[in-house]
């Protein structure tokens, strides 16, 4: 599933912690890792770096720190025994990352959510959110690095039973099936979407009939699936603002990955799902594997 990986990197320490996921991954699936660090073109003349001495010796410094930045990577690789490619490009970073993975028919990227401080953080954090928004492929978004090294014992799949969630739920098993993982299927009731409150007297009982049942649906067809594949399965239905019930859950329960849909279904639903897991991307202590519906792509 995941034969070319992609890791943007800056350099900085929360770049760090997306190297290792994907090192891990790379390990267990057998895949080919590609280190990418952008030169932002934004950042120096580039009309004058050719004829201005002083435009072209800030160019060549920040092609320097990217060399570094991918050539420190690449040791780690070979330590781990990944196989591996680096490379070095000027561009808007965004542009240039998602032009890479067509170019490169790149499976998974991974990166982290925050760069450094000042602009360093903007460089990154703001370019991750581009990435996941825009990305044909999943995105493994890292804050943090694995605690082991090595393993995804628990893996976390949110859904809202739509067809969006589906391919993430595919992803999700997947990765849990290579790690032997306990997978959890969490849908969330979301009180502030429903007129008066979920729990309000006034929610005619068809509509929370409804709701209960679609819940019910949906971590029953994850655990079916799950089943399929010869995996432990815990279903969850649970109340209140999806990305902090999610949160909770992350923490609550040591998850070690959450895998979720970057969409939900259209207009209200869409919203839901969609911004529920920006939110989760920039706050998860967990790793977040954020996949794109097949509509979307």
């Known amino acids: 599933m995941y034969d070319t990986i992609l890791v943007p990197t800056d350099g900085s320490a929360r770049a760090e912690a997306a190297v290792q996921h994907a090192l891990n991954l790379a390990t267990t699936f057998g895949s080919r890792v590609h280190f990418l660090s952008v030169v932002d073109e934004r950042s120096y003349s ?3 770096a050719d004829v201005d001495p002083v435009a072209r010796g800030q160019r060549e410094r920040f092609e320097r720190h990217a060399t570094e930045a991918v050539r420190t990577l690449a040791t780690q690789a070979t330590e781990r025994g990944v196989t591996y490619r680096t490379a070095v490009e000027h561009g808007v970073p965004h542009e240039t990352i998602l032009s890479y993975v067509d170019e490169h028919d790149v499976d998974l990227i991974a990166m982290g959510t925050h760069g450094r401080t000042g602009l360093d953080h903007l460089l990154l ?14 995105v493994l978004t890292a804050r ?20 969006a969630a589906a391919t993430a739920i595919e992803h999700g098993i997947t990765v849990a099936e290579r790690y032997d993982a306990t997978v959890y299927a969490l849908f969330v009731v ?10 309000d007297r006034s929610v005619l009982p068809d509509a929370r009939r409804t709701l209960e049942q679609r819940a019910e649906r949906a971590v029953e067809t994850v655990a079916e699936r799950c089943e399929r594949h ?68």
């Open 46 to 48: 580039t009309t004058f």
């Open 125 to 138: 954090g703001s370019v991750t959110e581009r990435v996941v928004r825009a990305s044909d492929v999943p």
């Open 144 to 163: 943090l690095e694995p605690d082991d090294g090595s393993s995804y014992d628990r893996v976390l799949i949110p859904t809202d039973g739509s067809e």
């Open 190 to 199: 979301d009180l502030d979407a429903l007129p008066g409150g979920y729990g």
């Open 230 to 297: 010869g995996l432990e399965v815990v279903t969850t239905i649970l109340q209140g603002t999806p990305h902090r019930v999610i949160h909770d859950c992350v923490d609550e329960t040591e998850i070690d990955l959450v895998a979720m849909s970057t969409h939900g279904r259209t207009g209200l639903e869409r919203y839901l799902l969609g911004s529920t897991t920006e939110r989760v991307v920039r706050t998860s202590d967990a790793p977040v594997l954020t996949v794109p519906s097949a509509g979307a792509r």
